[in-house]
């Protein structure tokens, strides 16, 4: 079984501020990992994942997530947020060497204020 | 590529009518996910196709919801009848599953039952 929890439904910050968005996870077996971003009228889109090769995953428009087994936490951050990132984020997991099918979280709302 | 297609992007009818969604998956990809999207339930997985046979459909909410794959290039979701309850936006996403279970959404159908 598998399972996300994303801690926050809406996460507000300053332009230029730290983003932290947090993710904690729950799997079985080792998981795959994803962050994907949903902005207003369009489609989920990735943002970054892990499948196991290096704990510090870097994505884009200057996202980073790192994996830490001890914490079961997935959380992603962005050291100085802007405007256009205002968006839907969305932690997801699948266990690896299972089906493929992801289980989202309920997504944190991201608002940037100037 | 041009990515996921979704048609209709928008779609309004009453409610007891007959709903047909339609999505497009990236070329060269051999799974197919549809979603529901709303702000009650958040983001859920209606049905799972591998190759063009569906897999899990634990997710299809009742009888009147039925989706089809006929070829790799094709699939449908249909609503018969539907209900107010039914209005969300409706994704479709595509994997290739040796690119270790990414998704790709399409732009996702709102649809609204009167």
């Known amino acids: 079984a598998q399972s996300v929890t994303q801690l926050g439904s809406h996460v507000s910050v300053s332009e230029g501020a730290l983003v932290l968005l947090r993710c904690n996870y729950s799997?079985?077996?080792?998981?795959?990992l994803f962050w994907y971003v949903q902005y207003p009228n369009q489609g989920l889109q990735l943002l970054l994942k892990y499948t196991s090769a290096a704990t510090l995953v870097k994505g884009i428009n200057g996202f980073e997530a790192e994996f830490k087994k001890s914490e079961t936490s997935f959380h992603l951050t962005k050291p100085s947020a802007h405007m256009s990132d205002a968006a839907e984020y969305f932690c997801a997991v699948i266990a690896s060497g299972g089906s493929y099918i992801p289980t989202f979280g309920r997504g944190t709302s991201l608002i940037v204020h100037p | 590529d041009a990515g996921v297609i979704q048609s209709p992007r928008h779609e309004v009818t009453e409610m007891g009518q007959e709903v047909t969604l339609r999505c497009k998956p990236i070329s060269g990809h051999n799974s197919l996910f549809w979603y529901r999207q709303t702000m009650m339930r958040g983001l859920e997985l209606l049905i799972y196709f591998n190759n063009n046979v569906p897999i899990d459909d634990s997710g299809m909410p009742e009888d009147r919801f039925s989706a089809k794959m006929p070829n790799a290039s094709f699939s449908t979701l249909k609503i018969q009848p539907s209900e107010p309850r039914d209005s969300a936006v409706y994704f479709c996403?595509?994997?290739?599953?040796?690119?270790?279970?990414?998704?790709?959404f399409g732009p996702g159908t709102r649809l609204t039952v009167t």
């Open positions: 799997s079985s077996v080792p998981p795959y």
């Open positions: 996403a595509s994997s290739d599953t040796g690119q270790i279970y990414e998704q790709y």
